[in-house]
């Protein structure tokens, strides 16, 4: 269900964020830098470490797009060099800039950006969430769940998928 109000929009990312979570178990750290799961660019594979930094690099752009409408300064969607037709190389840059960062520091990392997002919707009326335009016709509450709890759920089904195919193999003769 698609979020209408700032309560659904924190149920959604605390549900759907949780459920990730389950699935980015540290027991994955060992194989985590493998490239086996579907990329974000088609034909193309990542690691477990490039889908949390991917993760963690578009709810800090969250973070960045509220914070400079804070403080009335421009925001460049999706991010300053990038257009929205783009968001392939969006990605591969959000994979360099964790590119020294281990499983556990990126999981740690990702969970303080949620943490931080959900703070900042803590802090903004349904009315600046929900009534208003922000960007194009979408309301800012709705440019959060684009880049938030979408992606979680997402992520969560490439994981499992990820996860389902290993098995497989691993039991194959």
């Given amino acids: 269900m698609i979020p209408r109000n700032k309560h659904s929009l924190q149920d959604a990312i605390r549900k759907n964020y949780a459920q990730l979570r389950t699935e980015l178990g540290q027991d994955l750290a060992p194989i985590s830098d493998l490239p086996e799961l579907d990329?974000?660019?088609k034909g193309t594979k990542m690691s477990l470490n490039n889908l949390v930094a991917y993760l963690n690099g578009?709810?800090?752009?969250?973070l960045k797009w509220i914070d400079k409408t804070d403080k009335r300064e421009t925001v460049h969607l999706p991010e300053t060099g990038y257009k929205?037709?783009?968001?392939?190389?969006?990605?591969?840059?959000f994979y360099t800039d964790h590119e020294a960062d281990d499983y556990l520091t990126l999981c740690r990392?990702?969970?303080e950006t949620?943490?931080?997002v959900q703070l900042l919707i803590e802090s903004k009326t349904n009315e600046q969430l929900y009534v208003k335009s922000w960007y194009k016709q979408w309301p800012l509450g709705?440019?959060?769940q684009?880049?938030?709890?979408?992606?979680?759920t997402n992520a969560t089904i490439r994981i499992r998928k990820w996860k389902k195919i290993r098995i497989q193999q691993e039991q194959s003769p």
């Fill in 109 to 111: 990392k990702l969970d």
């Fill in 114 to 116: 949620v943490e931080c």
């Fill in 146 to 152: 684009f880049n938030t709890s979408s992606p979680y």
């Fill in 39 to 41: 990329g974000h660019v």
């Fill in 58 to 62: 578009w709810g800090q752009l969250v």
């Fill in 142 to 144: 709705r440019m959060i």
């Fill in 84 to 93: 929205w037709n783009q968001l392939g190389l969006l990605a591969q840059k």
